[in-house]
Every structure is written in structure tokens, then in C-alpha cells.
């Protein structure tokens, strides 16, 4: 009896030895693989939208002497010198500082550019009407200047243009109430982007 339990425990410690022995090899054999790496850099930068600030500046209205049934009319080109797409609006907003209130005489027209002449921009001011109506205290002219996508909003994409033509008349009916009359305007281009913008 005891010889079998002899026996037993020298197989027993013989198998422990031939594991540990494989293991040991196989530990071994797991540092002898062959192995590579790869790795990729990522650049991530924004892209912009920008409203040429000194193409609208160069829209000129301003007028004196304007008498019953004159009109003023000029181009602006809307410029996008960013990368991506944007839309934009356009709002007007009048005072009238001698409370005579020309500003409600107005009249005020914006189309795109010229269908017969492109040429020379709002000479036969026959293009898209995109406003027509009085001027008012505050008008939402073309598009809405709330953020999202709304009705009449323009679009253009990065490195674009497009020419506008404005028209601001003092209709032939106008009475002497509004004669030496004063009213100042601040047309306000707001852009903002499309991506991600619904």
C-alpha cells in the first residue's frame, strides 16, 4: 500500500515537472514571434464662413434732395471668404430722427443680378425679386436672421459670390408731410453655417 502511494506521488511530481517544463517552453516560444506596428496621425481644423466685410460696405443708398417718384439704385456683392457653405439673411432697420416719418414713405426693392446685362450689375434691374415693399422701422428683407434653415435665406458656398441689386424709391404720390424729411437705414447681412445647421 505504501508502495502504490510512492508510486502515485513520483507520477504526480513527474507530471508537475513536465508541465512546468511546457510551460516554460511555451513562454519561451511566445517571445520568438515576429511582430509590427503601424500608426496614423489625424489633423482635425474647422473650416469658417465670412461675409466680406468691404464688398457690403461698398453698398452706397444714401441720397439728398430725393424728390417725389427718385429712385436710388446700387450693387452689392455678398462674399463668403470662408471654406464652407453658409446661408445668410438680410434686415433693415429705420429711424426717422425728425419723427417725419420718411422711413414709411420708403420703398425698398432687392433682386438678384441683372437677367439682360450681368454685365453691369442692376442696370435693367430685371432680375429675381427677392423684397419688395415699404421700408418700415424693421424688416426681415430677404430670408429671416433667426438661426436654422427659414423660407427666402440664401445660400453660398466657401470662396463664392453672388451680386445683389437694391433700390430704394420715394414714390410719386408722396405728399409734402414728408417734404425735408430725414430717414437712416442699417441693412444687417447675417450668415451662418449650413453644415449641421438645419
Same mark, same amino acid.
Given at each position: 500500500?505504501? &508502495?502504490?502511494?510512492? *508510486?502515485?506521488?513520483?507520477? @504526480?511530481?513527474?507530471?508537475?515537472?513536465?508541465?512546468? @517544463?511546457?510551460?516554460?517552453?511555451? %513562454? %519561451?516560444?511566445?517571445?520568438?514571434?515576429?511582430?509590427?506596428?503601424?500608426?496614423?496621425?489625424?489633423?482635425?481644423?474647422?473650416?469658417?464662413?465670412?461675409?466680406?466685410?468691404?464688398?457690403?460696405?461698398?453698398?452706397? @443708398?444714401?441720397?439728398?434732395?430725393?424728390?417725389?417718384?427718385?429712385?436710388?439704385?446700387?450693387?452689392?456683392?455678398?462674399?463668403?471668404?470662408?471654406?464652407?457653405? @453658409?446661408?445668410?439673411?438680410?434686415?433693415t432697420a429705420t429711424?426717422?430722427?425728425?419723427?417725419?416719418?420718411? *422711413? =414709411?414713405?420708403?420703398?425698398? &426693392?432687392?433682386?438678384?443680378?441683372?437677367?439682360?446685362?450681368?454685365?453691369?450689375?442692376?442696370?435693367?434691374?430685371?432680375?429675381?425679386?427677392?423684397?419688395?415693399?415699404?421700408?418700415?422701422?424693421?424688416?426681415?428683407?430677404?430670408?429671416?436672421?433667426?438661426?436654422?434653415?427659414? %423660407?427666402? =435665406?440664401?445660400?453660398?458656398?466657401?470662396?463664392?459670390?453672388?451680386t445683389l441689386c437694391?433700390?430704394?424709391?420715394?414714390?410719386?404720390?408722396?405728399?409734402?408731410?414728408?417734404?425735408?424729411?430725414?430717414?437712416?437705414? &442699417?441693412? &444687417?447681412?447675417?450668415?451662418?453655417?449650413? %453644415?449641421?445647421?438645419?
Open positions: 500500500m505504501n &508502495t502504490m502511494n510512492t *508510486r502515485g506521488r513520483r507520477r @504526480l511530481a513527474a507530471l508537475a515537472i513536465g508541465l512546468g @517544463l511546457l510551460g516554460t517552453f511555451s %513562454a %519561451a516560444m511566445s517571445l520568438a514571434v515576429f511582430t509590427d506596428q503601424e500608426t496614423v496621425d489625424g489633423t482635425f481644423s474647422t473650416g469658417s464662413i465670412v461675409l466680406d466685410a468691404a464688398e457690403i460696405d461698398a453698398l452706397t @443708398l444714401s441720397v439728398a434732395a430725393l424728390m417725389p417718384g427718385d429712385a436710388v439704385t446700387d450693387d452689392v456683392v455678398v462674399e463668403n471668404d470662408g471654406t464652407a457653405q @453658409l446661408r445668410y439673411a438680410i434686415s429711424t426717422d430722427p425728425d419723427g417725419k416719418g420718411l *422711413r =414709411d414713405a420708403l420703398n425698398v &426693392t432687392i433682386r438678384t443680378i441683372d437677367v439682360t446685362t450681368p454685365g453691369t450689375p442692376c442696370n435693367d434691374f430685371d432680375g429675381t425679386i427677392l423684397y419688395d415693399g415699404v421700408m418700415g422701422a424693421a424688416t426681415a428683407a430677404v430670408g429671416s436672421p433667426a438661426a436654422g434653415a427659414d %423660407a427666402g =435665406d440664401r445660400t453660398l458656398a466657401g470662396l463664392s459670390n453672388e437694391f433700390r430704394v424709391s420715394l414714390p410719386l404720390a408722396t405728399g409734402n408731410a414728408h417734404a425735408a424729411a430725414t430717414a437712416v437705414t &442699417t441693412f &444687417t447681412f447675417d450668415a451662418e453655417q449650413t %453644415a449641421n445647421n438645419p
